[in-house]
């Protein structure tokens, strides 16, 4: 089944986070302790999308201490589902259903090398001081309307809280409208069609709220 979908930050804290590896086990799960300060510069994901046309999400994690982060890890929820449904997708309550969950986006492509066994988090390994690792989501949207996809940074699997460097938490929202009608295309003047939108990349984004 396919998973559908700069803030300065010191993570610390004993908070249990996603797992990865492949497995649910404590002792397979990667573990951290202490302070690890660290920013995102460069956090993307386009404010306006469109229905079946691809969007990226981008969270570049840098590692401002002095010592390693074990494993990093981002968690991304939509909504208020929390951890009940799959990143990128809302609760669906509605009985008889094969599924409790409603994709708002689909995933195509998620951050290389960056699976772990939970539906909502990714990780992708060690992060040395000064280093970014940056997790990106190819992802389509499927369900038109406001919505809210929400992030967390975990320097592991296990152990640590993400918070900003005034105390408030190292968790993020993107506010995003999902339209119906697609760009519209232009011919250019070598008879070329070009798409009338800006590239995922470079879009206006929606602000990460603390």
Known sequence: ???????????????????????????????????????????????????????????????????????????????????SAPAFSNVDSQPGLAEHWKHVWFLDLPPANGDTALANSWSLGEVAPGATATFTWHVHPSITGPHLLNWKISPAMLGGQAVLVNGAPATGSFQVVIKSKAPSATVRSDGTVAKDYTPASTRKTSPAKP
């Open 1 to 83: 089944m396919r998973r559908s979908l700069t803030t300065i930050a010191v993570i610390s804290g004993t908070l249990a986070i996603s797992g990865c590896g492949g497995s649910t086990s404590g002792s397979n799960q990667s573990h951290a302790d202490g302070t690890f300060r660290v920013s995102t510069p460069g956090i993307s994901f386009p404010v306006s999308q469109h229905i079946n046309k691809e969007a990226v999400l981008k969270i570049p994690v840098r590692n401002l201490g002095t010592r390693p982060i074990p494993d990093v890890t981002i968690t991304l929820t939509t909504g208020t589902s929390g951890t």
